[in-house]
């Protein structure tokens, strides 16, 4: 059971989960309470979110196997501890799943639909194409990233309203994937990074760059929909100010302390998704 955990990824699933809830009550306004009946579809809709993305994580660990023995030879599919034939069954009964349980949520917004389709054609692009070919795959997974909160948003029928923290997940996801990558460049096979292409310093620009673009966009909220001088306004200011300083350290010593860097990454990611949260109840 660990070792099927661990394959899956559940922190991962967590997130997605949390993250399509928070887009959808974001879009929503929370602030007067979510009806039984929303409630219930973006449940549904976190759970799908949830398979869909455990199924990219078996499906990327099944085709990451001859690189996963040198940069992560504790996989459970390098030990052994999981076998080839389950996990092939996984990745297939988890989208399944996911798709069973969206079906009621598009019933009631078919958008729902068009976006999911649209998240699981780019997973399996990059899985069999993009993923090979650098910043590109590096791109398609902060698409993928992005859309956990428009999947949320349009749930509550209002998926504009998230837009920019799609953004900020799409940048913070590209940042921590460009990072990831120069961490692996020494066992990646059969890919060409953007790190092996033109070195880590050149990775590091753009991991920076990514950052800086997402710090700007974070104050977005409080010009569009919060008001800055309001409780609300001022947590999420707190909170994003925190994420903000998180990922800015994240990616100030790349290209050293790359495990390092590519956790506080993942940890201020975390941070960010609270203060999302926090506007909910604007």
Not at 42 to 57: F, H, I, R, Y
Not at 196 to 205: D, E, F, K, S
Not at 227 to 249: E, R
Not at 258 to 273: F, G, I
Request: proline content about 4%; some cysteine.
């Amino acid at each position: 059971m660990r070792a099927a955990l661990r394959l899956l990824r559940a922190p991962n699933l967590a997130v997605s989960f949390v993250g399509t809830l928070v887009g959808g009550l974001v879009a929503f306004d929370a602030r007067s309470g979510v009806p039984a009946s929303l409630g219930a579809l973006l449940v549904l809709a976190g759970l799908s979110t949830a398979c869909v993305t455990a199924a990219g994580n078996v499906l990327n660990d099944l085709r990451d196997r001859e690189g996963d023995r040198t940069n992560h030879p504790d996989r459970p599919l390098v030990t052994g501890e999981v076998s080839v034939d389950l996990a092939e069954g996984l990745v297939l009964g988890l989208f399944v799943a996911g798709l069973f349980l969206v079906l009621p949520v598009i019933a009631v917004e078919p958008t729902v639909g068009v976006i999911l389709a649209a998240a699981v054609l780019a997973l399996l692009g990059y899985e069999f194409r993009f993923k090979a070919q650098g910043l590109v795959g590096n791109l398609v997974v902060a698409f993928l990233t992005a859309m956990v909160f428009l999947y949320g948003g349009a749930v509550a029928g209002n998926a504009a309203l998230v837009l920019p923290f799609a953004g900020m997940a799409f940048l913070a996801t590209l940042s921590r994937e460009v990072i990831k990558d120069m961490e692996d460049v020494r066992g990646d096979v059969g890919r060409t990074t953007l790190p092996m292409a033109y070195g880590l310093p050149v990775a590091g620009r753009v991991a920076r760059g990514s950052v800086a673009a997402g710090v700007l966009l974070s104050v977005v909220p409080l010009a569009w929909f919060v008001s800055p001088t309001s409780a609300v306004g001022i947590i999420y200011m707190v909170l994003v100010g925190a994420a903000d300083a998180l990922f800015v350290v994240s990616v100030r010593y790349l290209p050293e302390r790359l495990h390092y860097e590519q956790t506080l990454s993942k940890v201020a990611m975390t941070v960010a998704l609270v203060a999302f949260l926090v506007v909910a109840f604007r």
